[in-house]
């Protein structure tokens, strides 16, 4: 479902190029869970932004479905991100005055749902969880675990076919960073592909397949 | 949930910031809106005066100068204009060329009243240009034969009271007992030192057969800004004029006064722009900072959600409804500070700076001047905020993330 093609991402020009992505090609099949491996530096952030329609390769394409990302205009990608993509971050980017069930609600924002049918939806992805006692407790109030499984149900409520997770667990104890995988490996199940990308060896062990990235370019492709 | 919800929470969130900003939008506005209900307050107490001066507009018979007028010569029964044309100069007004209230005609001489030098003043009924045909129903002016209403001075030089008796001993009106209906306030004029009676009752007293009148005022004229000097030729060569150098009556006008007035109020009204105009500079800086501020301290929220949720459309309306509410919020707190302001402080000011300005009178509410605020506001808000929505709009959710 997702084709990175020959994507290179260069920063900077001339002589103070830097070279974070050198001729990657990829594949992510539907359902399937993929851990990109590397040390810090390796391009595995900018990697995973490009695939998610937020970094314009410096060439190459990425297309989702067989719709190439960076071909359409900015609205255009925006609304194809909100439709395929769902993201986690390391730092979870919670908006911090919001509340959980608020933050959530965020990307059905621009979808023209009512707000009671965002609300509904929203408690349900929290419940998925296991936060529906949190509903409306303000994103700083809540523990960092709670933080990451409020932006790992943000990342589901638009049912994307694709989520892509930044370090999802780099900041959490050992529980609960089995306890988000646990929830990962459920919704592969259930047909979502997760595209994770982490330094941790280890945790890249727990995907369907993992792939290494040193210095932009990926050295090693293949089942865990 | 809706971007306006996002707003709010944003705006509760981060409330002291916003309380400040609301805070500078209600003081620019509080002291435009004071500065302006001042300003026309101004406005109100120079046509005040204006119109306690009582007329700037005087029809004089013949070839009378305004000088004579001034002096109290005032021309005989030979010299004097027929009644009929006090109503003749208000019907020629009614066409709009004149914006006196009413005019007034009499029949005025000097006279020593108990032995004091007085002006003894005939007055008919005051005629409504805007209805010549209805006299004005102005208690002051429908004097009986009985009655009198005396200038200020020629009160206390008679030593009458309103309500009280005025007993003639001496010169034309002798024999005569008057009620003293009214004594006028002092104006500074001459008017101070009439006596004023039924117009009948001074032809009489100065042996006047036919119904004559020697003067015409514009009474409460209020033509400050007109163009007085082309006024009055209009109307003499209307009504008065014989032939091409001959005119039966003189149409004068005060136009040193009224002039002066109107200078004043320009100046005034310059001082007052200039303010309101350094005010609202003030508060679009202070908007266009703080939008600026805003969005780069929000640079990550707006990383996250370009990256999860909205577009940069939706991004600039997050902000941009922000600041219209502040804008709106401010705007209407401000007018009702301004009100309070002008209240309470005007009058203090408006002698301070224009010690010639005797009485503050901030008239009715200015809607007006609210609408024009709250609409100002929410525009002077909302253009220098653009600056910060184009900032927070144009944020790449990459670099953000990347930087996190």
């Given at each position: ?224 | ?105 009499s ?6 009243i ?6 003894v003043s005939g007055i008919m009924v005051e ?10 129903k102005d208690a002051q002016q429908k004097l009986a034969t009985d009655q009198v209403a005396l200038g200020?001075?020629a009160a206390?030089?008679l030593?009458a009271e309103p309500g009280g008796r005025l007993d003639v001993?001496?010169?034309?009106l002798?024999?005569k007992t008057f009620e003293v209906q009214e004594v006028k ?9 009439k006596v004023f009676v039924n117009i009948d009752v001074a032809?009489e007293a ?199």
């Open positions: 479902m997702l084709d990175v093609q020959h994507v290179t991402q260069t920063y900077g020009r001339g002589r103070k190029a830097i070279t974070a992505l050198d001729g990657i090609d990829l594949h992510v099949n539907r359902g399937e869970f993929l851990a990109i491996v590397g040390p810090s530096g390796s391009g595995k952030t900018s990697l995973l932004l490009t695939m998610g329609g937020l970094l314009t390769p410096t060439s190459g394409r990425v297309l989702i479905d067989g719709a190439s990302f960076y071909d359409v205009g900015g609205p255009a990608r925006t609304a194809m991100r909100l439709k395929y993509c769902g993201f986690m971050f390391q730092t979870f980017h919670l908006i911090p005055y919001l509340t959980a069930m608020e933050n959530v609600q965020l990307p059905l924002v621009t979808t023209g749902m009512e707000s009671r049918s965002q609300r509904e939806l929203a408690a349900e992805c929290l419940k998925t969880v296991g936060l529906e006692e949190r509903l409306d407790q303000p994103a700083s109030k809540l523990s960092v675990g709670e933080m990451q499984r409020v932006a790992l149900a943000r990342a589901l409520i638009n049912r994307p076919a694709l989520i892509l997770a930044d370090e999802p667990t780099a900041n959490l104890d050992e529980e609960t960073a089995r306890v988000v995988v646990e929830y990962l490996k459920t919704f592969r199940n259930e047909g979502v592909a997760i595209v994770l990308v982490t330094h941790d060896t280890e945790l890249g062990n727990s995907a369907d397949r993992t792939v290494r990235l040193r210095r932009g370019t990926l050295v090693a492709n293949g089942a865990s | 949930m809706r971007i306006r919800h996002i707003a709010w929470k944003e705006l509760w969130h981060r409330k002291l910031g916003a309380l400040l900003i609301l805070l500078g939008i209600v003081l620019c506005v509080a002291l435009v809106v004071a500065i302006q209900r001042y300003s026309l307050a101004s406005i109100n107490e120079m046509r005040k005066v204006t119109l306690s001066m009582g007329k700037n507009l005087v029809i004089l018979p013949g070839d009378a100068s305004l000088d004579d007028y001034l002096a109290d010569k005032f021309r005989d029964e030979a010299d004097a204009l027929p009644e009929s044309d006090v109503k003749a100069v208000a019907d020629y007004c009614i066409t709009g060329k004149v914006t006196a209230r009413h005019f007034l005609g029949f005025q001489k000097k006279a020593k108990n032995g004091e030098p007085l002006v005629i409504d240009p805007a209805a010549p045909a209805i006299v004005v200020h001075h206390k030089r030593g001993t001496k010169g034309p002798a024999g306030p002092e104006t500074g004029t001459v008017d101070d030192f032809r100065f042996g006047v057969k036919t119904k004559v009148v020697n003067v015409i005022e514009a009474v409460n004229c209020v033509c400050v800004g007109t163009n007085l000097k082309k006024l009055s030729k209009d109307i003499q060569n209307g009504l008065f004029k014989i032939d091409d150098n001959t005119y039966r009556a003189q149409v004068h006008h005060v136009y040193g006064i009224a002039n002066a007035r109107y200078q004043a109020r320009k100046g005034l009204m310059g001082d007052v722009n200039w303010l309101s105009a350094a005010m609202g500079l003030f508060g679009v800086l202070l908007i266009g900072g703080y939008s600026v501020v805003n969005a780069r301290e929000r640079r990550r929220e707006m990383g996250i959600v370009l990256a999860i949720a909205l577009t940069p459309r939706h991004v600039a309306w997050l902000f941009l409804q922000k600041m219209l509410l502040l804008g709106l919020a401010g705007g209407v707190l401000g007018c009702v500070a301004g009100e309070l302001l002008a209240q309470s402080l005007g009058a203090p000011i408006l002698t301070a700076l224009h010690p010639s300005m005797r009485a503050y009178v901030l008239g009715a509410v200015g809607w007006e001047v609210y609408a024009i605020a709250v609409g100002a506001a929410v525009v002077l808000t909302a253009i220098p905020s653009l600056i910060g929505v184009l900032v927070a709009a144009t944020t790449d959710p990459a670099d953000t993330l990347r930087e996190l």
